[in-house]
């Protein structure tokens, strides 16, 4: 498990750690958000919701990979901001919110895929977002 480093007060000028903090907590968080897309959409293929966009089947492996990536550069934005935002958690939030309504667009304006389908994408995007937006949040308070 990641160490948890003591949080001290920060005077003017002085920057607060961002990868050491929030890093190796934000890898695990990014893992879990994984987890939880593939599950979702494993549990919709198992219902019978089709995962094929234009013909082409999307691989169960590739919603973890997308999912782990796009965490990671959540976790990314989560030291940037801890590192040179007087709010970070604020503004984290915002931002991370603000991203995952635009990353709706492409399953929205897909022509290709059914409306189950379409449920099933934003449903993993929802699912990430459910653990790694608060998991992070609580890590820049």
Avoid: K, N, Y
Avoid at 19 to 27: D, N, R
């Amino acid at each position: 498990m990641c160490p948890d480093l003591p949080r001290s007060r920060l005077t003017p000028g002085q920057s607060r750690p961002a990868i050491t903090h929030c890093g190796c907590q934000g890898l695990v968080l990014a893992a879990g958000g994984a987890v939880a897309a593939t599950a979702v959409a494993a549990a919709a293929d198992a219902a019978g919701v089709s995962l094929e966009i234009a013909g082409e089947r999307i691989p169960l492996l590739g919603f973890t990979q997308l999912a782990f990536v796009f965490s990671v550069v959540g976790v990314a934005l989560a030291a940037a901001f801890r590192r040179w935002s007087g709010r970070p958690a604020r503004v984290f939030v915002r931002t991370a919110v603000a991203l995952v309504a635009v990353s709706f667009l492409p399953d929205l304006l897909t022509p290709d895929a059914g409306a189950a389908t379409r449920v099933t994408l934003i449903a993993t995007h929802i699912a990430v977002a459910a653990i790694v937006i608060p998991g992070l949040r609580s890590r820049l308070r």
